[in-house]
Every structure is written in structure tokens, then in C-alpha cells.
């Protein structure tokens, strides 16, 4: 599997007199992963749920790998192979583990509506090749052990892993991680870190990434770019970022650099 | 409660379930109906709260089902003890740790043997039974998109005002009212009308789950009563300019399956026949299998990539759709299913029933078939199942029962603790209040049991003891 690229250009959301994202364009590169930084209330969240068809931009076009997605429903832009995580965690709490990571796979199983009730056709065939694959993808989030815990009864950490093997059971070529590692601990938040390199080196997957945690952005990410009110404000190499006045006082606030 | 139960051992528990058996056989040789019931609840009570040795457990079932048969075969104490079978199979259905093959043969005893033992005896019980699969079969439907999808239809019983009508029209001379030269179809074509009434229904479902589901929660339940009201309107007025349904007389005379074969079967099995009991007997094995087949399309559903899409939808349809579930056809589908659940039965209910008015296919009909659900346990088999016998026992039996012994008393001219139950109004009579018994029951059960009688169960795979 290889990852796509993401190509947006000149988005704009308006929530009434509110300019949530404004004329963002950006690139994420086939196999790389960008991160995108702001201050709270930036438009990150915003910007993922435009990327995802939850929101319809109001002007601009995004494209994916070739195909333009401006505009679809976010169901057929999961299928496309977009896979996404929620800031604000967003798992089936009243199934179990392993359940939530099949709906993920839901439509790369291959069972028809006639099959799956007389239980006919391959469909315990296809039922324990996706169940196999869930268990796989557990494994590598090292959360096997619980497949069969409801997902409420997760703690927080685990819940966000659920989240990641939940995206990654559609088998997308592009995954967008919304603050992972918000709320986990030190050790936890260097685990992601490995489980994020991993998930580039071994699946080649394209990641953005929204991530408040500096130190985890700076070692992860291969390009970034800076929103603040909805505009993007900086982008380049993480060394670029991290020197951008600009991106110091959006931080910081003015004359923060020198404080 | 767990604290509690573990204070009694396991050698008393086990002792007074024995005693409490010995003490309902005693009471059924003396003839004794009151006492005999109540033993026979006491010991349920004593096996569900205070559960000795499962094998032990399944051998006092069995002797509980053996007695509530033959005090049913003998009319001693009423109906009452029809809902001691009931109960036998709510707890076997819950016993743990023992060989599947004697659950499976003791069950099958209990709706094989004891229910129709105990309805040859009484013909009414065979129409309890008969009632209480059909409503199971319609709940196990609207289970579907109430319990799993999480989508709140309020007007189900159009679907099964749709198969009810399919049948009864032409399986009536009421066809003649708009085909003249149209004949009457012959009862074998019943099994043919289910089928059909399982596309017209899902076909419905789907036609107005189009614009309904774009709604949600509330605005969905709206949407849905309306439309179930439009379809009950609709049978109540199509008498004329044309003839189709009959309006508020109904349609009579609607034919039933032909039985030859079936009664022939039953000659040579030697089996008691009457002409009465031959039909509720038919009825009540093909309910039985019907429930069977409904059963097993439900967990399989359940446990597919639908089943699990439509779950994901009821907890988080923006995470569903994020996971590429698409929304539109995967709430249609979960509508069609419902709706053809219960299309089907109105066929059988037709059919069975050899009548149907609009009556039947009120608001309140809707309102029932969604607290079976609701009482059972939403998404829960055997939960649904619990809440269709429960609420219609209570609706066909209890309250009417109650009206009845309240009635004698009137008549008797009893005196019940100082007053004469002859001067008791009129208007108490409990098969009237059954809205307000039912409204009570749902408020206690939202209050001690918010997740039904029989919860849903999912992840924990350990069984309860």
C-alpha cells in the first residue's frame, strides 16, 4: 500500500460572520507527514472536518491523489480511503473493541445482505478474514488483549489508539489524526510516536496530523504548516517553522520571541 | 444483590426450591389452583434470584414445567400457570454451564408439549400463544430499527396494516368489490402472500424511509406516527369511490390455510382433534416456526457487517459515516427489514384471525409493539421476545382476568374487607386502565431497569450465574 497525496487548494468555511478557514492551500506529500499547527480555535479541527465532507467548503477545491473530493459525503470519502480520528474521541462506546475496528472494515467486506442472513456464500469465510485482519491491526495498536472489552471501558489512551486502528481497518492511503496524543501520558505519547513512524514506514501511508504536543510534531512531521485565524501563516521544513517570527508571536503573542 | 445471594448457601437454596415444588404438587393433587400458582412463582422467584447448581437449576425447571402442565391439563389454577411455562423458558434461556442439547430439550418440551398439552385443555391459551408469537415476531422486527439502528418509528403498525390488507383482500370476496371477475384466492396461496407482503412492505418501508429518515430522533418519531396514521386513515376511507378495504367494517370471511394434510398428520399421530383446536393448533406450530426463522435472521443480522453498521449508527452516525457506512441505504435497509418483519405477520394475523379492521392498526397498536421493545431490552433478543409475552399476557389475560373475578365478586354480592363489592363503580375495571398499568409498568422499568427486562449484551463474555 502506498499513500496518496493531498492537494488543497484555496478552502474557505464560513460559520455566519465567522471565517472559520480561510483560502487554506496546502500539500501533503504521497508517503510524508504534515502536521498542522495553530493556536486553539485556529480552524485546525475545522479544516479536518472539510477535508472529511462533515463540512462543505464554501469556496476552493480539495484534491486527492487526482480526484477531486470537494464536496462528497463523508461516507464516500472514507471509501475513497480516507481515514480519520477525532479530537474529541468518537469510538462505538457500546460495542466492543474488536467491533469497532469491523465497522471500520465495514466496506471491505464482501458479504451481501442475502448471505449475511442465511449465513450462506463464504460469509463465515469473509466473516473470520476481516475478524483476523481486526485482530491484526490490534495487535500492532497493542491492544489485542481488549478486542473483547466494550470500548468504553477503555482508558484514555487506549480509547485514542482504538481510534487510530479504527481508521486504519478502511485501509485509507491518507490518514488524518486529530490531536492523538492529547491526554496521554509521557510514555504513551513516545509509544505514538514509534506507532506513527511505524504506520509511514511500513504502510507508506501519507499522515496529517494536528497536534499540540511540539516536541512529537518537531520529530515527526516532514513538513508543516501554521494556521491562525483560519489562514494559513507559515509552511515549510519543521526547522523553518520553528524559526518564523511569525509563528513565534501567533504562539507567543507580540514580543513574545524576546520575553 | 450479589453480596445477598451469596449469604444464602447453596444447599438451602437448592432445599427450599425442592420444598416449594413438592409444596405446588401438593397443592395441584389437592386441587388447590391459588396456592398451586403461587408455589409455582415462588419457585421461579427462589431460581432466578436465588439460583441453585445449574443442573440442579435445569431439574427443578423441568419439574416446575411437568407440574404447570398438568395443572394447566387440568384447569386448576386458571391461565395463571401458563405464564409459569413462560417463565421456565426466560430462566433456561439464562442458565449457564449446561449442555446446550438439554436446554434445547427441555425448551422444546415446554412450547412442544406443555403449551399445547395445556391448550387442548384451553383453547384460549393456544390464542394466547398464537398472539404472543405474532407480537414477538412484529417486536424481533421493530428491534431491528428501533433496538439496533436507533431509529424511532412510531407508526410500525402500518407495515403490519399493509400485509394484513394484502391478504384479507384477496383472500376475501372483497376483491369482487374491484375485480369482478377476480376469484377468491385459495388458502394456499397464504405462504405465497407472506412472501409478497415481505416485498410490498419492504418495498414501502423504503419509499417512505426516503424522505422520513433524512430526520432524526424526535422528528423521525413524529414523521413516522404521522404516517402511520395516514395508512390506518387510508384503510378506514378506501370503501369508497372504490371498494378496496372495506373502510371501518373490515373484511370478513378471509381465508385460512388449507389443513387436510396437517389434520391428517394428526390422525395418525393419534393426537385429540376438534375442529377448533385442529386450526389453533396449526397456527400455533407455524407461529412457532415462523419465530424460529425470525430469530435466526435477527442474530445473524446482528452479527454481520450490517448489524454492526447499524449499531455504529445509533451510537455515532458522524464517526459512522467517517468509517464510510452509507447513511442513507444502511438506515433504509434497517427500515425495509422492520417493515418486512411485520408485513409478514399481518399476512398470518389475516389469516388466523379470518378478519381485520382498522381498528386493529391504531396509533396505540405502534405504541406497543415499541414498549415491548423498550420493556424487553432495545437490540436484545430474548429481551424483545420477554417484552411481547409480557405485555401481551398482560393485555389478553391479566387485566382481562382481573375485570372478570371483579365482575363475579360485583355479582356474588362478595363482601371484600368490610365493603360490598356490589356497590363497586363500574368504572373500576382494570382491562379499561390498561394504557394507564402499562404507562406505570414502563415508568417502574425506566426507573429500576432503564435497559430492559433482558439487556443487550455485548463484549462480557462470561455468563451471568
Same mark, same amino acid.
Given at each position: 500500500?502506498? /499513500?496518496?497525496?493531498?492537494?488543497?487548494?484555496?478552502?474557505?468555511?464560513?460559520?455566519?460572520?465567522?471565517?472559520?478557514?480561510?483560502?487554506?492551500?496546502?500539500?501533503?506529500?504521497?508517503?510524508?507527514?504534515?502536521?498542522?499547527?495553530?493556536?486553539?480555535?485556529?480552524?485546525?479541527?475545522?479544516?479536518?472536518?472539510?477535508?472529511?465532507?462533515?463540512?462543505?467548503?464554501?469556496?476552493?477545491?480539495?484534491?486527492?491523489?487526482?480526484?477531486?473530493?470537494?464536496?462528497?459525503?463523508?461516507?464516500?470519502?472514507?471509501?475513497?480511503?480516507?481515514?480519520?480520528?477525532?479530537?474529541?474521541?468518537?469510538?462505538?462506546?457500546?460495542?466492543?473493541?474488536?467491533?469497532?475496528?469491523?465497522?471500520?472494515?465495514?466496506?471491505?467486506?464482501?458479504?451481501?445482505? &442475502?448471505?449475511?442472513?442465511?449465513?450462506?456464500?463464504?460469509?463465515?469465510?469473509?466473516?473470520?478474514?476481516?475478524?483476523?485482519?481486526?485482530?491484526?491491526?490490534?495487535?500492532?495498536?497493542?491492544?489485542?488483549?481488549?478486542?473483547?472489552?466494550?470500548?468504553?471501558?477503555?482508558?484514555?489512551?487506549?480509547?485514542?489508539?482504538?481510534?487510530?486502528?479504527?481508521?486504519?481497518?478502511?485501509?485509507?492511503? %491518507?490518514?488524518?489524526?486529530?490531536?492523538?496524543?492529547?491526554? #496521554?501520558?509521557?510514555?504513551?505519547?513516545?509509544?505514538?510516536?514509534?506507532?506513527?513512524?511505524?504506520?509511514?514506514?511500513?504502510?507508506?501511508?501519507?499522515?496529517?496530523?494536528?497536534?499540540?504536543?511540539?516536541? #512529537?510534531?518537531?520529530? +515527526?512531521?516532514?513538513?508543516?504548516?501554521?494556521?491562525?485565524?483560519?489562514?494559513?501563516?507559515?509552511?515549510?521544513?519543521?526547522?523553518?517553522?520553528?524559526?518564523?517570527?511569525?509563528?513565534?508571536?501567533?504562539?507567543?503573542?507580540?514580543?513574545?520571541?524576546?520575553? | 444483590?450479589?453480596?445477598?445471594?451469596?449469604?444464602?448457601?447453596?444447599?438451602?437454596?437448592?432445599?427450599?426450591?425442592? =420444598?416449594?415444588?413438592?409444596?405446588?404438587?401438593?397443592?395441584?393433587?389437592?386441587?388447590?389452583?391459588?396456592?398451586? *400458582?403461587?408455589?409455582?412463582?415462588?419457585?421461579?422467584?427462589?431460581?432466578?434470584?436465588?439460583?441453585?447448581?445449574?443442573?440442579?437449576?435445569?431439574?427443578?425447571?423441568?419439574?416446575?414445567?411437568?407440574?404447570?402442565?398438568?395443572?394447566?391439563?387440568?384447569?386448576?389454577?386458571?391461565?395463571?400457570?401458563?405464564?409459569?411455562?413462560?417463565?421456565?423458558?426466560?430462566?433456561? %434461556?439464562?442458565?449457564?454451564?449446561?449442555?446446550?442439547?438439554?436446554?434445547?430439550? +427441555?425448551?422444546?418440551?415446554? =412450547?412442544?408439549?406443555?403449551?399445547?398439552? &395445556?391448550?387442548?385443555?384451553? @383453547?384460549?391459551?393456544?390464542?394466547?400463544?398464537?398472539?404472543?408469537?405474532?407480537?414477538?415476531?412484529?417486536?424481533? /422486527?421493530?428491534?431491528?430499527?428501533?433496538?439496533?439502528?436507533?431509529?424511532?418509528?412510531?407508526?410500525?403498525?402500518?407495515?403490519?396494516?399493509?400485509?394484513?390488507?394484502?391478504?384479507?383482500?384477496?383472500?376475501?370476496?372483497?376483491?369482487?368489490?374491484?375485480?369482478?371477475?377476480? *376469484?377468491?384466492?385459495?388458502?394456499? $396461496?397464504?405462504?405465497?402472500?407472506?412472501?409478497?407482503?415481505?416485498?410490498?412492505?419492504?418495498?414501502? /418501508?423504503?419509499?417512505?424511509?426516503?424522505?422520513?429518515?433524512?430526520?432524526?430522533?424526535?422528528?423521525?418519531?413524529?414523521?413516522?406516527?404521522?404516517?402511520?396514521?395516514?395508512?390506518?386513515?387510508?384503510?378506514?376511507?378506501?370503501?369508497?369511490?372504490?371498494?378496496?378495504?372495506?373502510?371501518?367494517?373490515?373484511?370478513?370471511?378471509? @381465508?385460512?390455510?388449507?389443513?387436510?394434510? $396437517?389434520?391428517?398428520?394428526?390422525?395418525?399421530?393419534?393426537?385429540?382433534?376438534?375442529?377448533?383446536?385442529?386450526?389453533?393448533?396449526?397456527?400455533?406450530?407455524?407461529?412457532?416456526?415462523?419465530?424460529?426463522?425470525?430469530?435466526?435472521?435477527? *442474530?445473524?443480522?446482528?452479527?454481520?457487517?450490517?448489524?454492526?453498521?447499524?449499531?455504529?449508527?445509533?451510537?455515532?452516525?458522524?464517526?459512522?459515516?467517517?468509517?464510510?457506512?452509507?447513511?442513507?441505504?444502511?438506515?433504509?435497509?434497517?427500515?425495509?427489514?422492520?417493515?418486512?418483519?411485520?408485513?409478514?405477520?399481518?399476512?398470518?394475523? &389475516?389469516?388466523?384471525?379470518?378478519?381485520?379492521?382498522?381498528?386493529?392498526?391504531?396509533?396505540?397498536?405502534?405504541?406497543?409493539?415499541?414498549?415491548?421493545?423498550?420493556?424487553?431490552?432495545?437490540?436484545?433478543?430474548?429481551?424483545?421476545?420477554?417484552?411481547?409475552?409480557?405485555?401481551?399476557?398482560?393485555?389478553?389475560?391479566?387485566?382481562?382476568? $382481573?375485570?372478570?373475578?371483579?365482575?363475579?365478586?360485583?355479582?356474588?354480592?362478595?363482601?371484600?374487607?368490610?365493603?360490598?363489592?356490589?356497590?363497586?363503580?363500574?368504572?373500576?375495571?382494570?382491562?379499561?386502565?390498561?394504557?394507564?398499568?402499562?404507562?406505570?409498568?414502563?415508568?417502574?422499568?425506566?426507573?429500576?431497569?432503564?435497559? /430492559?427486562?433482558?439487556?443487550?449484551?455485548?463484549?462480557?463474555?462470561?455468563?451471568?450465574?
Amino acid at each position: 500500500m502506498t /499513500g496518496s497525496s493531498l492537494t488543497v487548494e484555496g478552502v474557505s468555511k464560513r460559520f455566519g460572520g465567522l471565517l472559520a478557514v480561510n483560502k487554506v492551500s496546502l500539500r501533503a506529500e504521497a508517503g510524508k507527514i504534515l502536521s498542522v499547527i495553530g493556536p486553539n480555535g485556529a480552524g485546525k479541527t475545522t479544516f479536518f472536518n472539510l477535508l472529511t465532507g462533515i463540512y462543505e467548503p464554501d469556496e476552493g477545491q480539495i484534491l486527492f491523489g487526482n480526484r477531486n473530493i470537494t464536496g462528497k459525503k463523508s461516507d464516500s470519502i472514507a471509501s475513497l480511503g480516507i481515514g480519520r480520528t477525532f479530537q474529541n474521541i468518537r469510538l462505538f462506546s457500546g460495542m466492543t473493541v474488536l467491533e469497532n475496528v469491523l465497522v471500520g472494515h465495514h466496506n471491505r467486506i464482501r458479504t451481501n445482505y &442475502a448471505s449475511a442472513i442465511f449465513r450462506w456464500g463464504g460469509f463465515g469465510k469473509e466473516e473470520r478474514r476481516a475478524e483476523a485482519r481486526a485482530h491484526e491491526l490490534l495487535r500492532y495498536l497493542q491492544l489485542d488483549e481488549r478486542a473483547d472489552d466494550l470500548a468504553a471501558n477503555l482508558s484514555y489512551g487506549d480509547q485514542r489508539r482504538l481510534e487510530i486502528a479504527r481508521a486504519l481497518a478502511l485501509e485509507p492511503t %491518507l490518514l488524518l489524526l486529530d490531536e492523538p496524543a492529547a491526554g #496521554m501520558n509521557p510514555q504513551e505519547t513516545e509509544d505514538l510516536k514509534h506507532t506513527i513512524l511505524a504506520l509511514k514506514a511500513d504502510l507508506g501511508l501519507t499522515i496529517v496530523l494536528i497536534e499540540h504536543d511540539m516536541a #512529537m510534531v518537531m520529530t +515527526l512531521s516532514d513538513r508543516i504548516t501554521v494556521l491562525e485565524y483560519g489562514s494559513v501563516i507559515a509552511d515549510g521544513l519543521p526547522e523553518e517553522v520553528k524559526a518564523n517570527p511569525r509563528v513565534i508571536e501567533a504562539y507567543l503573542g507580540k514580543g513574545g520571541a524576546n520575553a | 444483590m450479589n453480596r445477598f445471594v451469596g449469604a444464602v448457601p447453596a444447599t438451602a437454596r437448592l432445599a427450599v426450591t425442592v =420444598l416449594l415444588l413438592a409444596a405446588m404438587g401438593g397443592f395441584l393433587a389437592l386441587g388447590w389452583g391459588a396456592a398451586a *400458582v403461587l408455589a409455582a412463582y415462588a419457585t421461579l422467584f427462589v431460581l432466578a434470584a436465588f439460583p441453585p447448581d445449574p443442573r440442579w437449576k435445569l431439574a427443578a425447571l423441568a419439574v416446575l414445567t411437568l407440574e404447570a402442565t398438568l395443572g394447566l391439563a387440568s384447569k386448576i389454577g386458571g391461565d395463571l400457570l401458563f405464564i409459569a411455562l413462560v417463565g421456565v423458558l426466560v430462566l433456561l %434461556l439464562r442458565l449457564p454451564k449446561v449442555a446446550v442439547w438439554l436446554k434445547v430439550l +427441555l425448551g422444546a418440551a415446554v =412450547l412442544l408439549l406443555g403449551i399445547p398439552i &395445556a391448550g387442548f385443555a384451553n @383453547t384460549f391459551l393456544f390464542e394466547l400463544g398464537i398472539q404472543i408469537g405474532i407480537y414477538s415476531a412484529m417486536a424481533l /422486527g421493530l428491534n431491528v430499527v428501533v433496538g439496533m439502528a436507533g431509529l424511532l418509528d412510531m407508526g410500525y403498525a402500518a407495515f403490519f396494516a399493509i400485509g394484513a390488507y394484502t391478504w384479507a383482500i384477496f383472500g376475501s370476496s372483497q376483491v369482487q368489490h374491484f375485480l369482478t371477475t377476480w *376469484v377468491p384466492l385459495n388458502g394456499n $396461496f397464504v405462504y405465497l402472500f407472506m412472501g409478497l407482503a415481505i416485498l410490498a412492505t419492504a418495498a414501502t /418501508g423504503i419509499l417512505i424511509g426516503l424522505p422520513a429518515l433524512r430526520l432524526r430522533g424526535d422528528y423521525l418519531a413524529i414523521v413516522t406516527l404521522g404516517l402511520g396514521e395516514v395508512v390506518r386513515i387510508l384503510a378506514n376511507n378506501l370503501d369508497h369511490p372504490l371498494n378496496l378495504t372495506n373502510g371501518p367494517q373490515g373484511i370478513t370471511g378471509i @381465508t385460512k390455510p388449507p389443513i387436510e394434510g $396437517f389434520q391428517a398428520l394428526l390422525a395418525a399421530l393419534g393426537i385429540p382433534r376438534s375442529a377448533s383446536t385442529d386450526y389453533q393448533l396449526f397456527f400455533y406450530l407455524l407461529v412457532l416456526v415462523i419465530i424460529g426463522f425470525i430469530v435466526l435472521v435477527n *442474530v445473524n443480522l446482528a452479527r454481520s457487517k450490517f448489524g454492526r453498521a447499524w449499531v455504529a449508527i445509533r451510537e455515532d452516525e458522524i464517526a459512522a459515516k467517517a468509517m464510510g457506512i452509507p447513511m442513507v441505504k444502511t438506515k433504509l435497509l434497517a427500515f425495509a427489514t422492520g417493515a418486512a418483519f411485520s408485513g409478514a405477520m399481518g399476512v398470518l394475523f &389475516a389469516a388466523q384471525r379470518g378478519f381485520v379492521s382498522p381498528e386493529t392498526f391504531t396509533l396505540t397498536a405502534s405504541i406497543t409493539i415499541l414498549g415491548m421493545v423498550v420493556l424487553g431490552g432495545m437490540g436484545s433478543v430474548p429481551g424483545v421476545i420477554l417484552g411481547a409475552a409480557a405485555l401481551t399476557i398482560l393485555n389478553l389475560d391479566l387485566l382481562k382476568g $382481573f375485570s372478570e373475578v371483579l365482575n363475579t365478586m360485583r355479582q356474588d354480592g362478595t363482601v371484600l374487607l368490610g365493603f360490598p363489592m356490589s356497590q363497586l363503580p363500574s368504572q373500576v375495571d382494570p382491562a379499561k386502565y390498561e394504557r394507564l398499568v402499562f404507562g406505570i409498568i414502563l415508568i417502574l422499568m425506566m426507573i429500576f431497569r432503564p435497559e /430492559g427486562l433482558i439487556p443487550e449484551r455485548r463484549g462480557s463474555r462470561e455468563e451471568e450465574a
